[in-house]
Nanobody, 122 residues
């Protein structure tokens, strides 16, 4: 069982930056594809970004492309660097781990964190 804990959320003004971190409890973390999802109030959860096991392949949702970057290190952490934030980026952001390849559907992810709130003020 992989436990994921997100951190780094908070309140930021539009145009600002935040870096989210996701720490994994399992030493087999390096075998999982990692993803970030978000859910805004009254909306469905949506895919944000994902990174392959090796870190060599990433996929980012079009609406955040050029502003958000996903990365991972060997210390069991995955990151989401968010720049040029907009009020529409306001949501709870979730980290997730998958035994499969890079995918954009939440149904393909096996483990989830509790989420971290990101609020962007205008």
């Amino acid at each position: 069982q992989v436990q994921l804990v997100e951190s780094g959320g908070g309140l930021v003004q539009a145009g600002g930056s935040l870096r989210l971190s996701c720490a994994a409890s399992e030493h087999t973390f390096l075998r999982y594809t990692m993803g970030w999802f978000r859910q805004a109030p009254g909306k469905e959860r949506e895919f944000v970004a994902a990174i392959s096991v090796s870190g060599g392949s990433t996929y980012v949702q079009d609406s955040v492309k050029g502003r958000f970057t996903i990365s991972r290190d060997n210390a069991k952490k995955t990151y989401l660097q968010m720049n040029s934030l907009k009020p529409e980026d306001t949501a709870v952001y979730y980290c997730a781990a998958s035994n499969g390849p890079v995918r954009t559907s939440g149904y393909d992810y096996d483990y989830w964190g509790q989420g971290t709130q990101v609020t962007v003020s205008s």
